[in-house]
């Protein structure tokens, strides 16, 4: 494999930035992340830290997509899954499916702050 095919991104946030959006049905929220992505975290009494690591997620997939020269993709085009095992993974949507890139993706948060490393690969 060849270090050209490979990018890297992360983002770190605040996850106080996330605790605003206590109502699910926000135009934000909405806009920002998928139903499944919604229903996830709002199970969770710290729905701020899930929504967050998410967010922080979606940021890294782009800049991982930006330092192979891809523009064009926003943060409604991923979606984070957590597997059954728990491990998160991404999902391109819409018309983006097609495109040959994958994904590893790493997340974590506290109380305080949230932060996520992709790396994405053209195959």
Do not use: W
Not at 22 to 29: E, G, R, S, T
């Amino acid at each position: 494999m060849k270090f050209e095919n490979i990018g890297l991104g992360i983002d770190v946030e605040n996850v106080e930035r996330f605790k605003k959006y206590a109502d699910k049905d926000n135009p934000f929220i909405n806009r920002i992340f998928t139903k499944k992505e919604i229903e996830y975290s709002y199970k969770s009494k710290k729905f701020a830290q899930h929504l967050c690591a998410r967010y922080c997620a979606k940021e890294a997939c782009v800049k991982a997509l930006y330092s192979l020269g891809i523009e064009g993709y926003f943060c409604r085009d991923f979606e984070v899954e957590n597997l059954p095992s728990g491990v998160p993974k991404i999902n391109l949507l819409g018309k983006k499916r097609g495109d040959n890139i994958s994904f590893k993706v790493s997340l974590s948060h506290t109380d305080g702050f949230a932060a996520a490393t992709v790396i994405a690969v053209l195959n």
